[in-house]
C-alpha cells in the first residue's frame, strides 16, 4: 500500500534539488526575467519560528508559479550577520561574534532548507563575510568621493566640485553642504593649504564628519539609532540612554529628500508604508527668519510654516542641545540651565516628540530682537524642540498654537492677542486665501497666501528672512562604537580622513582580545594592536609603526547594521563577482526587483535607506534603475497563543483556568510545549521546568486535569509561545506547513497561530494524496480514461481560481479552494490523467514536495518547477445539459437532464419518451405540453 510517507518525499526532494542546482538562475535567458526577494534574516541564536516563514512562503509560491508561467526567476537568500546582539553574546561568553554567527547561519540554513524554499543559494551573500563588505566599503568610498548638485539634481564625482573651486570658487554653486561653509573665490581656493581644502570638501561629501546629537548607551559602549531606543531605555538589554554629542560619520541623505518623496509614485508599495515616509521626509513650505540675540553678534534662525504669525511671537525656545544655549545663558541661570539640559539629555527624542502632556523648560536669560517689532523676546529651552528637527529652535507663538500656549501659560509668559476673534485652526487655515489675519498694521484684513509673501518679502529686504522648503529628514548618523560591523575604509592624516583605494578592500576587521570599548572610551577597534594603514605598501599593519609620514592610524568606529542591507539587492545579482560590485550586463538583464517582502517595520529604517543608495548609485552611473523594488509587500504577523497559569498570591499554589476567579491570583507564562490542544498543561513538566513549583500545589478540575486560559499575543521566546517549524515539519511535514500558514488568513494581516488547526491542512494532503492513488491496496493509479465534463470543470473552475489568488496575493483562498476541488474529484471518482496532472502543477508552489513526488509517479523525469501551468479554458465552465423540471399540471415530479442545444419539439419528444412520464399520464394523452428552453417542462391534462 502506497502510504504518504511525508517526511520521506521531502528529505528526498530537498536533497534532489540541492543536487542539481534545480532553483539556480542564469544572468542572461531568452525567456522574460522576475526577481523576487525577501528582506534577508539576521541569525538570531534562538533559531526561526513559525511566524517567521511566513513572507518566505509568500513569495516562494510566487517565485515558483512564476516559473511555470515560462519566466527566468531570480529568488535568492542570504543573511544580515553583523550586528549588536552577537557582538553582546561575545561580550558575555568571550566567543567570537564569527563563530556563534556561522554556527546560527548554520542553524537558519538547515530550517529553510526543511521548509522547501526555492532560493537560489549559489548567490548566498553574508554581510559579515569580507568578499560582500568590499563592496559595502566600496559603496562608502564612492559617496566620499561623491557631492550633490542641486542645479542638476544629482550626485556627481568629488573632482568636478574641485574643478569648479579652481575655475570660479563656491559663490555661484548650488550644492547640499554644511549650513557653516564659507564663501570663497577662485583665487581663495588656489591659496588655501591642502588641509583647509580637505576640510572645506568634508563640508560637501555626500559621506562626512561631524559632531552630531546621538543616543549614547554607555553600558553598550556605543550609538544606538532612534528605534532601538525604548523609553529612555536600549531595546537591547534595557540599559540607561543619554543623548550627547559626538564626532560621527554621517550621510547627506536630506539632498535626496525631494527626490526620495516624488519617486514614491512611481512604486507599488503599500500606502501606509509610503505615508510613512512621506511624513518622516517632512517636507513643509514656510519661511527662515533670523532674530538678533540682545547685545550680541549671535543669531537664531528660525523655519516656520506660518510666517504670518511672525507678530504673535511672544518668545523663542531652543531645544536644550542647541549650540548656542551655552553662549547666551547668563551668569544667573547657568546652574538651572546646566541641570535642565542634563535631565533632557536622558529622554529619547521619540520620547519627547510623543510627550504632549508635560511642560518643562527653563529660561536663559538671554532675548531676542524681534525683526519688525524691535520687542525684546526671552529666549528659553525647552525639550518639545529637538535640535535635529528645522533648526533646533521656534518662535514661540501662544495665540496659534496649543503647545506654545500652554508652555506661555505655565511659566506666565505674557500672549499677545493678535487673533482675537479669528479662527486659527488647522481646519480653517485649510482655505487659505480667505483666512484674514487680523490685529496686526502690516498685513490686517489679508489672507494667508498674502499675509506670508508680504513678511517673507520684508524679512529678504531686511536681510533676516527668505522663503524656504523645509524637510523634517536629517543626516543620517553611519557610525557605531561597536566591533563586529564593517570597517570603514579610512585612515587618518593630520586628524583628516583619507580613503584607502579601492585595489586594498577589503579592509578586514582585526582581532581583539575583548569585545568592549577601552578604557579611554575609544570603541573596541582601539583595543586592535594590529591597526594602522601604510600606506607604501597598501596593508595593515602594527600600531606601533605609525609615524603620520607613511604609516597612520585607522577609524576605530565601525558602519551600522543598516550599511550592508541597503544595496545587497544588486549584488545579489552578480553575486560572486569578485571585479566589479556587479556587471552591467546582470544589471542591466535584473534590472530591479520585481517583488519584495518584508516587515512593514523597516519603512523609515532600511527601506528608506536602501532607497537613498540606489538613487545614489543610479546619479554615478554603477545602477540602471533609481529604486530597488518595483512591488513591496508587507506582510503580516503570526501570532502566538500564549498559555497562563495562575498562581494564588502569596502562596506556593497554583489554581487550574476555571477556579481562578476564586482566587486572588497572578497570572504566569507557561511553555506552550507543555499544553495539549485541549488546553491541559504537563504538571510533572511545569514542575521540572520551574523548580520554584516542585512542591506546589495544584488545584485542578474535577476530573483531575489543570486548565490553562489562552491569549493571543507576539511570538516570542520571552512569552514560551514560541513554536519551532522543525517540530511542525516532522510531525506534518513542510508541506503542511506551507499550506497552513497561507491557510490563517490575508498576507498582510496578523494572525494566530493554533497548532490544533494544522490537522485539517494535513488531512487534505493526505486525501490528495490518495486522489493518485486508488488502485489495488492503495497503489499509484492514474488512468488515460476520458474525463467526465464535472472533472473537467473541477478542474478549470480551480486553475482560474489558483490563478486569480496569486496574481492577487490571496494565497488563504487558494487553499480553501484546493479542499474543494478535492473533494469534488474524490466524489466523482476522477482518476483521469487529463485532470489530475494539472492539478499536481497547480499545487505545486504551494505543496512542492508532494508535488514532486506525484509528478515523478506520473511518469516525468525532471522536475515539476519548471513544467507549464494549465490554460484556463472557459468553455468547460459552460453547461452543456439541462436538469429541466417536469411538472404535471404545475407540480413537479421529476427532473430529467437534457441537452442545451435541443428544440422545444426535441425536449417535448425527449420528455413524453421517458418512462417516467408515461407512469405518471397512466395511458391518458395530455392536452397540452408546455416546453420553456432552459428552463421547464410542464405538462398539462
Not at 238 to 266: C, E, H, N
Not at 399 to 418: E, L, M, S, T, V
Not at 536 to 550: A, F, L, W, Y
Not at 583 to 597: E, G, I
Request: with cysteine; aromatic share 12%; hydrophobic share 35%.
Amino acid at each position: 500500500m502506497s502510504k504518504y510517507h511525508f517526511n520521506e518525499i521531502e528529505s528526498r526532494w530537498q536533497q534532489y534539488w540541492a543536487d542539481n542546482q534545480t532553483f539556480r538562475a542564469e544572468n542572461q535567458s531568452d525567456k522574460p526575467k522576475y526577481y523576487v526577494l525577501d528582506m534577508f534574516p539576521y541569525p538570531s541564536g534562538a533559531g526561526l519560528h513559525v511566524g517567521h516563514p511566513l513572507g518566505y512562503i509568500a513569495s516562494d509560491i510566487y517565485a515558483r508559479y512564476k516559473r511555470h508561467k515560462g519566466f527566468n526567476v531570480l529568488h535568492p537568500q542570504g543573511y544580515d550577520s553583523f550586528g549588536l546582539p552577537a557582538e553582546q553574546y561575545a561580550i558575555q561568553t568571550g566567543q567570537h561574534p564569527r563563530k556563534t554567527t556561522q554556527e546560527n547561519i548554520a542553524r537558519y540554513r538547515a530550517q529553510l532548507d526543511k521548509m522547501g524554499f526555492s532560493f537560489d543559494w549559489s548567490r548566498e551573500v553574508r554581510t559579515s563575510d569580507p568578499a560582500y563588505y568590499r563592496w559595502t566599503q566600496w559603496i562608502f568610498g564612492q559617496l566620499f568621493e561623491s557631492w550633490y548638485d542641486n542645479t542638476q539634481d544629482k550626485a556627481r564625482p568629488i573632482r568636478e566640485l574641485i574643478a569648479i573651486f579652481e575655475k570660479s570658487g563656491n559663490q555661484e554653486l548650488d550644492a547640499s553642504c554644511d549650513d557653516d561653509t564659507p564663501a570663497f573665490a577662485a583665487s581663495d581656493w588656489s591659496g588655501f593649504s591642502g588641509e583647509k581644502k580637505q576640510q572645506l570638501l568634508l563640508n560637501y561629501r555626500l559621506t562626512y564628519l561631524a559632531d552630531t546629537e546621538v543616543n549614547w548607551c554607555p553600558e553598550l559602549g556605543t550609538v544606538l539609532a532612534n528605534d532601538e531606543v525604548i523609553n529612555g531605555l536600549s531595546e537591547r538589554g534595557g540599559f540607561p540612554v543619554v543623548r550627547k554629542k559626538m564626532r560621527q560619520w554621517s550621510m547627506r541623505i536630506s539632498a535626496y529628500a525631494q527626490r526620495l518623496l516624488d519617486g514614491l509614485a512611481t512604486i507599488d508599495w503599500p500606502q501606509p508604508l509610503k505615508e510613512s515616509q512621506t511624513n518622516w521626509i517632512g517636507r513643509s513650505k514656510g519661511a527662515s527668519v533670523t532674530f538678533q540675540v540682545e547685545g550680541s553678534d549671535q543669531t537664531i534662525e528660525v523655519f516656520t510654516t506660518r510666517p504670518d504669525t511672525i507678530f504673535g511671537v511672544s518668545f523663542m525656545t531652543l531645544a536644550p542641545e542647541h549650540d548656542l544655549v551655552d553662549q547666551i545663558t547668563t551668569e544667573q541661570q547657568k546652574e538651572a540651565i546646566a541641570a535642565y539640559v542634563e535631565a533632557t539629555s536622558r529622554r529619547s527624542e521619540r520620547e519627547r516628540m510623543a510627550d504632549v502632556k508635560t511642560i518643562s523648560g527653563e529660561f536663559t536669560g538671554a532675548y531676542a530682537i524681534h525683526p519688525f517689532t524691535e520687542d525684546r523676546i526671552p529666549i528659553w529651552i525647552g525639550d518639545y524642540v529637538l535640535a535635529g528637527y528645522g533648526t533646533g529652535a521656534v518662535m514661540s507663538v501662544p495665540c496659534g498654537d496649543q503647545r506654545d500656549y500652554d508652555f506661555a501659560k505655565h511659566f506666565d509668559i505674557p500672549i499677545p492677542n493678535i487673533f482675537e476673534g479669528v479662527d486659527i485652526s488647522e481646519e480653517a487655515f485649510a482655505d487659505k486665501e480667505n483666512t484674514v489675519i487680523a490685529n496686526s498694521d502690516f498685513i490686517n484684513g489679508l489672507g494667508y497666501a498674502q499675509a506670508s509673501a508680504k513678511v517673507i518679502a520684508a524679512l529678504e529686504e531686511k536681510g533676516q528672512g527668505e522663503g524656504r522648503i523645509n524637510y523634517r529628514l536629517r543626516d543620517a548618523v553611519f557610525s557605531r562604537q561597536r566591533y563586529w560591523g564593517e570597517p570603514f575604509p579610512i585612515y587618518y592624516k593630520d586628524g583628516l580622513p583619507q580613503r584607502i583605494e579601492d585595489q586594498y578592500l577589503p579592509l578586514t576587521l582585526p582581532d581583539v582580545e575583548k569585545y568592549l570599548p577601552t578604557e579611554d572610551g575609544d570603541p573596541p577597534l582601539g583595543r586592535a594592536t594590529v591597526w594602522a594603514w601604510d600606506t607604501e605598501k597598501g596593508e595593515v599593519v602594527s600600531n606601533d609603526r605609525i609615524d603620520h609620514k607613511t604609516v597612520f592610524p585607522l577609524e576605530l568606529n565601525t558602519m551600522p547594521g543598516w550599511a550592508g542591507s541597503s544595496c545587497y539587492m544588486f549584488r545579489y545579482m552578480d553575486a560572486t563577482n569578485d571585479k566589479e560590485f556587479a556587471s552591467q550586463q546582470a544589471l542591466n538583464y535584473w534590472q530591479q526587483v520585481d517583488l519584495y517582502l518584508g516587515g512593514s517595520e523597516h519603512a523609515t529604517g532600511h527601506l528608506l535607506y536602501s532607497r537613498f543608495w540606489t538613487k545614489f548609485m543610479f546619479d554615478r552611473g554603477y545602477l540602471p534603475v533609481d529604486e530597488p523594488a518595483k512591488k513591496l509587500i508587507n506582510q503580516g504577523m503570526i501570532l502566538g497563543e500564549s498559555a497562563f497559569v495562575y498562581r494564588v498570591e502569596g502562596q506556593n499554589k497554583l489554581v487550574t483556568a476555571s477556579q481562578k476567579e476564586n482566587y486572588k491570583t497572578q497570572p504566569l507564562h507557561a511553555d506552550v510545549f507543555m499544553v495539549n490542544t485541549s488546553n491541559e498543561l504537563d504538571i510533572e513538566a511545569f514542575r521540572k521546568w520551574r523548580p520554584e513549583f516542585e512542591q506546589a500545589e495544584f488545584i485542578t478540575e474535577d476530573d483531575g486535569s489543570f486548565k490553562v486560559n489562552r491569549e493571543v499575543e507576539k511570538m516570542s521566546k520571552s512569552k514560551y509561545n514560541v513554536v519551532n517549524p522543525d517540530h511542525i515539519c516532522e510531525r506534518y511535514g513542510a508541506d503542511t506547513l506551507r499550506m497552513y500558514e497561507m491557510f490563517l488568513g490575508p498576507l498582510e494581516q496578523a494572525k494566530p497561530w493554533n497548532t490544533a488547526g494544522i490537522t485539517g491542512v494535513h488531512s487534505f494532503l493526505k486525501k490528495f494524496w490518495k486522489l493518485y492513488h486508488g488502485g489495488v491496496e492503495g497503489s499509484f493509479a492514474v488512468s488515460d480514461e476520458k474525463p467526465s465534463a464535472d472533472s473537467m470543470k473541477t478542474l478549470h473552475k480551480t486553475i482560474k481560481k489558483v490563478e486569480d489568488d496569486i496574481e492577487n496575493f490571496s494565497f488563504n483562498t487558494t487553499v480553501s479552494n484546493f479542499m474543494i476541488a478535492v473533494n469534488e474529484l474524490t466524489s466523482q471518482k476522477c482518476s483521469s490523467r487529463a485532470v489530475l496532472k494539472p492539478m499536481v502543477v497547480l499545487i505545486s508552489p504551494y505543496a512542492p514536495h508532494i508535488a514532486e513526488e506525484l509528478w515523478s509517479r506520473l511518469g516525468h523525469d525532471e522536475s515539476i518547477s519548471t513544467a507549464t501551468f494549465p490554460v484556463f479554458d472557459q468553455k468547460h465552465l459552460v453547461e452543456s445539459t439541462k436538469a429541466y423540471p417536469i411538472s404535471f399540471n404545475g407540480k413537479m415530479r421529476f427532473t430529467l437532464e437534457l441537452s442545451l442545444d435541443l428544440s422545444k419539439d426535441e425536449i417535448e419528444s425527449a420528455v413524453m419518451a421517458e418512462e417516467r412520464t408515461q407512469q405518471y399520464l397512466d395511458g391518458r394523452t395530455p392536452k397540452k405540453v408546455i416546453v420553456v428552453p432552459g428552463k421547464i417542462v410542464n405538462i398539462v391534462g
